[in-house]
């Protein structure tokens, strides 16, 4: 069987199993199924589905576990699932769409901005991966000339479609951000480094919205209105982790955030345009406002 095929299967079993338990009969009459809508074969005898279930908890870290009183497998999907392992599911199912459709020009249109500096990706990976120093130009987009650089990779973080890698600069031994896009003649180094222990992946950017790393000191309680229906939106695509729903009525949707209100911050709420309103605290509506300010000054001369 085709490798393509077994990673179909794999999808389609952790596709039922995140919306349902089933037995292994359910699988594989499932599995039936989806073959005739595929034009393939998806035969899962229970050896096979033993293998296919430890292959989907090494690529997607799901674990599919036997209820032995209902006899049924299941995925318990936990609150915050991990967002790699849901994104590779959600880019293979889109893959997976595509796979069967002839007339993709005519039925589905991406989105036509491509995120430069992507091509550094697997380099810089590599490099987090197995502890090494990477050595790159860069060209800040207010800077004339680019710069030497030397980090120590630590974390590769995805904003507004760029890509952004964090770590440890060489020179001034703090912790920085790099876009991608801004990088240039990057190379991985035989040098090696022994990753910070206070540095925690998961929990560096939890208080903040974007790329601009924020302290829990430096956290705010945030109250937004959104209103002319932009709180659907809201409600479907929280802002942050935080997100409090207050209130949701004809007035608009009123909620609660407790983050470091950054300047990536304050560039969203002003992308909402006159749908949004700061209700506190007082810094920030001034900022906003402020903002608005000097945007409708350039109108006015």
Known sequence: MAQIEVFQRYLHIVQLLMKRAASLADIQNYLELQAEQDGQKYALSNRTFLRDKAAILSLFKLDIVYNEQDKVYYIEEEEGMETV?????????????????????????????????????????QAITQQKELTFSYRKFDAEQAESRTIKPLLLKEFKNRWYVIGEDGVKGAIRTFGLDRMEEVNISTKKFKKDKDFKPGTYFQNTFGVIYGEAKSVEQITL??????????????????????????????????????QDFISEILSHGAGVEVIQPARLKNAVKTALKKALDQYNT
């Open 85 to 125: 392992p849901a994104r590779l599911i959600e880019a293979f199912n889109t893959f997976n769409a595509l796979q069967f459709n002839q007339s993709i020009p005519n039925a589905v249109q991406m989105e036509y901005q491509k995120p430069k500096g992507i091509e550094h990706f697997r380099g810089i990976l």
């Open 225 to 262: 209105l959104f209103k002319n229906g932009i709180g659907n939106y809201i409600k479907t695509m929280p802002l942050h982790h935080s997100q409090q729903i207050l209130n949701d009525d004809k007035k608009g949707l009123l909620i609660q955030l407790n983050l470091y209100p950054s």
